[in-house]
């Protein structure tokens, strides 16, 4: 047996073409233009290719981007007082902080600073305690990207057994809430596996659905998998370059054994990165209805 692969890649494409045609619509009939703003502090290659590929999605689709790149000892103050700023204005819909931030900067102070109504990385306390009880908001990108990918390959989450590798509040943690809702109509049951877990392998074979998110290259290996499973692979990890100079990239999931286990596998790349982004897209889209009372 040999897992169908599920490509994040063509799922996000499907996707942009749907926003595409509500953009324009949102133009023509309203005069509307979505617009996000994007902030990134420093210089880290990482979050510079984010940003770059966020600001270029952008302006695929037509949506108005505004890119501040600050340098590294940009004070806190000085921060917060940009976002307040992009709160008031009228032409962004939505507002990222590119993470992490400098050590001398306060992340949550400024994630908290984020207008909840322009929150569309979902990360604010507000976004965060809504999807927790089920009301509707912005889902962090990547959990909402996962869900998609799950719902468009026609995989049943109801009544599953979703077993997620790591904690984070970026992944588990909301990836966990958004799976168990019973409003959304998820319905699953959750384990959530992390660092002080006895015998994670118990748990992983268990899993209808399982979710690697723990960092760890090539962490779940075959024999940590239910044979059928569905497999999603939400890491990143570089494991060295090209002679040109290129990443070289591997997820938290052994790949080419898994996949001789399970019924459905993300990969790497091209599995869950592409959503990540058009998922950020989707929610400046929503962003911009919601700030003029279009459902």
């Known amino acids: 047996m040999t897992a169908r692969i599920i490509s994040g890649a063509a799922i996000a494409g499907r996707i942009r073409e749907e926003l595409k045609t509500e953009i324009a619509e949102l133009k023509e009939r309203h005069g509307i ?23 270029k999605a952008c302006q695929a689709l037509g ?29 962004i819909s939505g507002i990222l902080v590119q993470v992490p931030l400098p050590e001398h ?14 929150d569309v990385d979902g990360f604010h306390p507000v976004s965060v305690g809504r999807m927790v009880i089920g009301q509707p908001t912005f889902l962090s990108c990547t959990p909402a990207g996962i869900q998609q990918l799950l719902l468009r ?6 009544g599953s057994e979703v077993v997620i590798v790591g904690r984070s509040n970026i992944v588990g943690k909301p990836v966990a809430n958004i799976l168990m ?26 899993a209808d659905i399982l979710i690697a998110a723990i960092g760890q290259p090539r ?13 999603i692979d939400v890491g990143t990890n570089e494991i060295g370059k090209t002679a040109e100079g290129k990443r070289i990239l591997c ?10 286990v399970a019924g459905a596998i993300t990969p790497v790349p091209g599995g869950v990165g592409p959503m990540t982004i058009v998922m950020l897209m989707a929610n400046t889209v929503k962003a911009a209805k919601l700030a003029h009372g279009i459902s």
């Open 63 to 91: 949506i108005f981007s505004l890119n501040h790149p600050l340098p590294g000892s940009t004070l806190e103050s000085d921060l917060l007082a940009l976002v307040d700023t992009l709160n008031c204005d009228h032409r």
């Open 153 to 158: 390959s026609g995989i049943k989450t109801s």
């Open 181 to 206: 809702q019973k409003a959304q109509g998820a319905n699953a049951t959750v384990t959530i596996c992390h660092s002080a877990t006895r015998d994670i392998a118990a748990h992983t074979r268990r």
């Open 251 to 260: 997820g938290d999931v052994d790949f080419d054994n898994v996949k001789a």
């Open 105 to 118: 900067i306060d992340e949550s102070k400024v994630l908290v600073a984020i207008s909840p109504e322009k």
């Open 219 to 231: 962490f779940i290996t075959a024999d940590m998998v239910k044979p059928g499973a569905t497999v």
């Open 33 to 55: 233009v979505p617009g996000l703003a994007t902030i990134i502090v420093g210089e880290d290659p990482a979050s510079q290719s984010y940003v770059n590929s966020k600001v």
